[in-house]
């Protein structure tokens, strides 16, 4: 079974300064791995995917995040945090592309002005 | 073009009753996910649809918990005899058909209904 860990349930950063957003995997076969966003009362938006190509994955709005499978990571980073970042970020993982998504317990991101 | 819907987006009902929630999906998708998520938790996997058929209902906590997709686009999660732990936001999402190999085909979320017991 697969499962993902994010660290750190909360995380604040000033507007401007760099955004890391932690996330681990367990898979037993190499997995596709996402990073969601969910702003206040509306539904999950995908930022960006790993389907094994490239590791270094570019999303919307700036975001990116890097496959280390050395590491079982895949961190989301933003150089430069805007106030319209303020949200809820969520790592998931799936085995095969088009199957059930297992996600982790979300880190909500707060942006100081 | 219009995305998921679920209606209602809010439901309160009481403890012991009946309540049914609506997904529609985006037009042409045929694989529908049903999640839930609980308050201060990442969305939990329910069942997923793949044309009428369930594919997979692993996630389902008990057979009070019951989906159909009777033709195949809009799905109706039901619930019976409603307990207080069933409160949550209920999140459906679709996809375009199955993709074979390493391919991948994105989920796209509806907004959820939000279930209150009471």
């Known amino acids: 079974a697969q499962s993902v860990t994010q660290l750190g349930s909360h995380v604040s950063v000033s507007e401007g300064a760099l955004v890391l957003l932690r996330c681990n995997y367990s898979s037993s076969v190499p997995p596709y791995l996402f990073w969601y966003v969910q702003y206040p009362n509306q539904g999950l938006q995908l930022l960006l995917k790993y389907t094994s190509a490239a590791t270094l994955v570019k999303g919307i709005n700036g975001f990116e995040a890097e496959f280390k499978k050395s590491e079982t990571s895949f961190h989301l980073t933003k150089p430069s945090a805007h106030m319209s970042d303020a949200a809820e970020y969520f790592c998931a993982v799936s085995v095969f592309g088009n199957e059930k998504l297992t996600f982790g317990t979300g880190t909500r991101l707060t942006i100081i002005p | 073009g219009a995305g998921v819907s679920q209606t209602p987006s809010n439901k309160v009902t009481e403890k012991g009753k009946y309540v049914e929630l609506r997904c529609d999906p985006i037009?042409?998708?045929?694989?529908l996910y049903w999640y839930r998520q609980s308050l201060g938790q990442g969305p939990e996997f329910l069942i997923y649809f793949q044309g009428t058929g369930a594919a997979d209902d692993s996630g389902l906590p008990n057979d009070r918990f019951f989906a159909v997709r009777p033709e195949g686009s809009v799905s109706t999660l039901k619930i019976q005899r409603t307990e207080r732990g069933d409160s949550a936001v209920y999140l459906c999402a679709s996809s375009l058909t199955l993709a074979s190999g390493r391919g991948y085909n994105e989920q796209f979320f509806g907004p959820g209904t939000r279930l209150t017991v009471l």
């Open positions: 037009s042409g998708h045929t694989a």
